[in-house]
């Protein structure tokens, strides 16, 4: 696999043409264009630094492979990457714009039980270039000339993006880059199953963006059940992470629990989770089970979702249920490539 030009800041790009003997604006244009969602081969550079660029960089680093549009109008792609490894997002069209969801790993290694994402573990890291890349190539897919369809991105698809940290921290100070396609660290989501030293480490990194928490029990015991990661890491020890990450960057942060029945579904739950996060600065959002074929785990009716948050609201805690958006084109991380895969 040849180098990814996307994994370069617009100052590292400008190093790299001026050693190319190219003029700086040259560095301009090149980036422009990849802003744009563009080849390397599409961009209107003289041949020379073209030709040189495209030996030791990826024409197309992220290519979208398929596309399923489902009836509420979300988009799932399935990209590849250079290396013949596929990888998806989802695009979903909300009142106040657009949000992509972009994976940061070839699989995952967190091993968490309802997910597909981590079936066959963990194949590879991305690059920040290829995590930016999604964006760039489905932005240029809606945009117009004027305007700018993505205006939110989530780090919810495949993969754990606190497990590659380096990376995705390179990748959210490129896609908030104000030259670039500049989305706001305010508009943007990481969510992690809990990877603490991490999350003290995000909280220093000076980019306000929200942190969502994969929490999904109340009791490390039962979280262990489902959460390997919960042997390694408490989850008082998580709650002090948000705290410190509400301390240094002001931001409220958001708890996932997916509802799963007999295992975290009952009333009691309901009552511990309010105990633990009663007077925090937190929201949580109640998600529906995408059952995944290969996991015997089901989610919980309609009914014990609204009883569910009904009992947080009335215990002083603020949730929501997450709307399910593209359920029949295997909105859930990892399902479509595991099917695909298959
Ligand atoms: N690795 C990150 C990002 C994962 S995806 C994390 O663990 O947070 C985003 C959310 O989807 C997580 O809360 C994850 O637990 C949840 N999720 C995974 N598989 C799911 C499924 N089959 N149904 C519902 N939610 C699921």
């Known amino acids: 696999m040849k180098k990814i030009l996307q994994d370069l800041s617009f100052e590292q790009l400008k190093s790299l043409t001026v050693s190319f003997g190219a003029p700086q604006f040259r560095a301009k244009q090149l980036y422009e264009g990849l802003m744009r969602g563009k080849r390397i081969s599409d961009i209107n550079i003289d041949k020379d630094l073209k030709d040189r660029l495209l030996e030791t960089y990826e024409d197309e680093p992220v290519a979208i492979e398929k596309t399923f ?151 490390d015991a039962e979280r262990q059940r489902i959460m390997p990661i919960a042997n390694k890491y408490g989850i008082s020890e998580i709650l002090a992470a948000c705290s410190n990450y509400f301390e240094k960057t002001g931001r409220r942060y958001i708890f996932e629990y997916t509802l799963i029945e007999g295992e975290n579904s009952d009333l009691r739950h309901a009552d511990e989770l309010a105990a633990l996060l009663k007077g925090r600065p937190c929201h949580v959002n109640l998600i529906g089970l995408n059952a995944v ?50």
């Open 69 to 219: 549009t489902a009836a509420d109008g979300t988009e799932k792609y399935l990209f590849r990457l250079s290396d013949g490894n596929m990888i998806e997002g989802v695009l979903m069209k909300h009142s106040y714009g657009n949000t992509q969801c972009v994976s940061t790993q070839v699989g995952c290694r967190m091993g968490c039980k309802f997910c597909a994402s981590t079936l066959g573990g963990l194949i590879r890291n991305l690059t920040s270039g290829e995590i930016l890349s999604q964006v760039l190539v489905v932005n240029a897919l809606k945009s117009d000339k004027k305007s700018r369809a993505i205006t939110n991105v989530v780090l919810m698809g495949s993969g754990e993006p606190l497990d590659n940290y380096e990376n995705t921290v390179a990748f959210l100070k490129n896609v908030s880059a104000a030259g670039g396609i500049n989305i706001s660290p305010r508009n943007i989501s990481l969510s992690t199953c809990g990877l603490v030293p991490q999350m003290y480490s995000l909280a220093d990194e000076g980019l306000p963006i929200n942190l969502t928490v994969s929490l999904h029990q109340t009791t």
């Open 293 to 342: 074929k290969e996991r015997d785990l089901k989610g919980t009716g309609k009914l014990s979702a609204e009883r569910f948050e009904e009992r947080l609201k009335s215990l002083g805690i603020s949730a929501t249920i997450r709307r399910s958006m593209g359920a029949e084109i295997g909105g859930a991380c990892g399902q479509l490539r595991a099917k695909y895969m298959r």
